[in-house]
C-alpha cells in the first residue's frame, strides 16, 4: 500500500482564505435565502385569521374555567374553541377594553420541589431561578346582547398577549387611556430595586 502523504504545510493547494471565503460565502447565502423566504410569508394574505394557543381562566359564557384550546381573531369575532367542542365566540365591535398583565409560574410539580429540598448547602435557590415560566394575562371587557358587561380573563405564552391585543386594535377595538398592569409593574420593581 504506498500512499502518497504531504503535510498541510507543504502543500502548494491547501489555502486557509479559501476556506474562509467560502465559509462566508455560504453563510451569506443562507442568510439570504431565510431573509427571502420571511418575506414571503409576511407578504401572504393579511386577512388570514389570527390564532394562539391559550387558556380560558375564566368569564366567557359556555367555555369551562382553566381550559385550554384556540383563542382566534377572525372577521368580526373573537372566539376561544376548546380542544374538539364548538367555540364560544364575542363579536369585536362589543369589546370596551383590552388589558394585559404578565404572571409568573413555578414548574416542576412535586418532584421538583422535593429535587429543590434535597439539594445541599442551598442548591435548591439555584434550581427555583430556573424553575419559573413567565405568561401573559388577557383580560377583555365586553358587552352582551342585552347591554351587560362581562370579562374574560386568558393565559398566554409570553409575547402572545401584546400580538392579541395588537389584533383587537387593528380591528378597531379602542383601548382606554389607563396604562397596562405590566407597565405599571415594571416601573414599580424598578423603582423599588434602585433603593
Known amino acids: 500500500m504506498d500512499r502518497f502523504v504531504v503535510s498541510r504545510g507543504h502543500s502548494e493547494g491547501y489555502h486557509p482564505e479559501r476556506r474562509h471565503a467560502l465559509w462566508l460565502s455560504t453563510v451569506l447565502i443562507c442568510c439570504s435565502l431565510t431573509a427571502s423566504a420571511q418575506k414571503i410569508t ?10 394562539t394557543r391559550a387558556t380560558h381562566l375564566l368569564g366567557f ?41 404578565g404572571e409568573s409560574k413555578q414548574v416542576g410539580g412535586l418532584p421538583m420541589t422535593l429535587g429543590k429540598a434535597a439539594a445541599p448547602f442551598g442548591g435548591g435557590r439555584a434550581v427555583s431561578l430556573f ?12 358587552v352582551d346582547a342585552d347591554e351587560g358587561i362581562h370579562g374574560a380573563i386568558f393565559q398566554l405564552t409570553k409575547g402572545q398577549g401584546e400580538l392579541v391585543k395588537n389584533e383587537l386594535i387593528a380591528q378597531g377595538v379602542t ?13 414599580t420593581e424598578a423603582k423599588h430595586e434602585n433603593k
Open 42 to 51: 409576511q407578504g401572504g394574505d393579511t386577512s388570514a385569521p389570527f390564532s
Open 61 to 101: 359564557a359556555n367555555a369551562k374555567n382553566n381550559s385550554t384550546g384556540t383563542l382566534s381573531v377572525q372577521d368580526d369575532w373573537l372566539q376561544f374553541q376548546q380542544n374538539g367542542k364548538p367555540g364560544t365566540q364575542v363579536k369585536i365591535g362589543s369589546v370596551r377594553d383590552v388589558f394585559l398583565g
Open 131 to 142: 424553575a419559573h415560566k413567565k405568561y401573559d394575562t388577557l383580560t377583555l371587557e365586553y
Open 175 to 187: 383601548i382606554n387611556s389607563r396604562k397596562d398592569q405590566s407597565t405599571k409593574e415594571s416601573a
